[in-house]
């Protein structure tokens, strides 16, 4: 299976700041299929990023996805109160789907 | 707008079985896959397989193979999940997603609790 590799396991920035998480995997990720997850205590995921790149329907534009191949980024440009949360990337190019073990980005 | 409805937390004793249910809305639920994937106490999630809506094919992740069955109900527009010989580590919330071609999960169920424990 594709292993997913996050990193940092936890980030500590303020508001207004810019934050780029990190997602390696072990093989190729087939047709980039790669997307990115944001997810709250005693909530489910919320998608934001699909295909290493599309924003999906409704996610600010300060979320962006880049990369290709092994390597991928999340960046968001400037943090806002409500963005700090559990990040996770997974891949759905080839099965098992799996999934990073996640970014927490923390209020500095 | 799309919405998946989760049944209520499970609480099982070892070796039994819990089927969970999740009820869609707000498309048509043919047109689409449910993936259903877990997450236990503080840990990443995992995957646990796929059903398409459509025709009921599947592919489980092998972890579980043996021991899951997904089905659906296009009458009444809901997706099963079912898991047995449930052990202590099967405790965890248990989420179905739509999926959708390229896009991947778009729209995720608001989870259901189960609890393995003696």
């Known amino acids: 299976e594709n292993v997913l590799t996050q990193s940092p396991g936890t980030l500590s920035l303020s508001p207004g700041e810019r934050a780029t998480l990190s997602c390696r995997a072990s093989?190729?990720?087939?047709?980039?299929?790669l997307a990115w997850f944001q997810q709250k205590p005693g909530q489910a995921p919320r998608l934001l990023i699909y295909?290493?790149?599309s924003r999906a329907t409704g996610i600010p534009d300060r979320f962006s996805g880049s990369g290709s191949g092994t390597d991928f980024t999340l960046t968001i440009s400037r943090l806002e109160p409500e963005d700090f949360a559990v990040y996770y990337c997974?891949?759905?190019?080839?099965?098992?789907?799996?999934f990073g073990q996640g970014t927490k980005l923390e209020i500095k | 707008q799309v919405q998946l409805v989760q049944s209520g937390a499970e609480v099982e004793k070892p070796g039994a079985s819990v089927k969970v249910s999740c009820k869609a809305s707000?498309?048509?639920?043919?047109?689409?896959?449910i993936s259903w994937v877990r997450q236990a106490p503080g840990q990443r999630l995992e995957w646990v397989g796929w059903?398409?809506?459509?025709?009921?094919?599947?592919n489980y992740a092998q972890n579980f193979q043996g021991r899951v069955t997904m089905t659906t109900d296009t009458s009444t527009s809901t997706a099963y999940m079912e898991l047995r010989s449930l052990r202590s580590d099967d405790t965890a919330v248990y989420y179905c997603?739509?999926?959708?071609?390229?896009?991947?999960?778009?729209?995720w169920g608001q989870g259901t609790l189960v609890t393995v424990s003696s």
């Open positions: 059903i398409s809506a459509y025709n009921g094919i599947t």
């Open positions: 707000g498309y048509t639920f043919t047109n689409y896959g």
């Open positions: 997603a739509r999926e959708q071609q390229l896009v991947g999960l778009q729209h």
């Open positions: 093989q190729s990720v087939s047709s980039n299929y």
């Open positions: 997974q891949q759905y190019g080839s099965s098992p789907y799996t």
């Open positions: 295909g290493a790149s």
